[in-house]
């Protein structure tokens, strides 16, 4: 069966220091991937989301940027963290196939001081 | 873009008692799915609905794909406490476009 896994599950970082999250799948072969960002008590806001390896789309202007360096795996990054970037990011991922859905990780919760 | 209105915000239920929520939208979409959400952690899929008309059940669950392909619905039946939690409607209507509600908040008093 097919499995996502994101970490960290928390951190706090500085404002203006770097980040990385990231976002693995098993269990398939060349899923599309998902990056999303929750903020508290509110929907989901699609970031990025990528159809290959190297393949990136964004969704809206920010100072965070996605890559796909395998095709298992999902990385959401920034050089300098704003205090807007706070929130809960979640990791996606869906069989291209048909409409199928896509399925979620647990999530990084992200606080900036 | 396409916007989901999900309704309602948020409901305050007795154990036992059932729920219904709704999403609409002003476009059409190909797919509705419904998820659910434990604080802390990531929705997960409740039911995928693909066809307008489709009525599909999981459990206690039950949602349909309006025949508009423009709304959709979640009924749950005799909710209990491990219901509680956020639940996001989804409209897919591509390969890679889908939006999502802005939830409905779901408490249930025992």
């Known amino acids: 069966s097919q499995t996502i896994h994101q970490w960290p599950a928390t951190l706090v970082q500085p404002v203006g220091s770097p980040l990385s999250l990231e976002c693995t799948v098993e269990g398939t072969s060349n899923p599309n991937l998902y990056w999303y960002r929750q903020a508290a008590g509110r929907g989901l806001q699609l970031l990025f989301y990528?159809?290959?390896?190297?393949?990136i789309s964004s969704e809206v202007p920010q100072n965070l940027s996605a890559s796909r360096p395998q095709d298992r795996q999902f990385i959401l990054s920034s050089k300098k963290l704003l205090l807007s970037d706070s929130g809960f990011y979640l990791c996606a991922w869906r069989n291209p196939s048909g409409g199928q859905p896509q399925h979620f990780g647990d999530g990084t919760r992200l606080s900036i001081l | 873009g396409q916007q989901l209105n999900q309704s309602p915000q948020s409901m305050f239920i007795q154990e036992g008692e059932d729920v219904s929520m709704n999403c609409t939208s002003s476009s059409i979409f190909n797919t509705w799915l419904w998820y659910k959400q434990d604080p802390g952690e990531g929705p997960v899929l409740l039911i995928a609905?693909?066809?307008?008309?489709e009525l599909t059940s999981n459990g206690r669950l039950t949602a349909q794909f309006g025949i508009t392909r423009k709304d959709s619905f979640l009924n749950i039946s005799a909710s209990i406490p491990s219901d509680v939690g956020i639940y996001f409607c989804?409209?897919?209507?591509?390969?890679?476009?889908?939006?999502f509600g802005a939830g409905t908040r779901l408490t249930v008093k025992p």
């Open positions: 609905l693909y066809k307008a008309g």
């Open positions: 989804a409209g897919q209507w591509g390969p890679n476009d889908m939006r």
């Open positions: 990528s159809v290959g390896i190297g393949q």
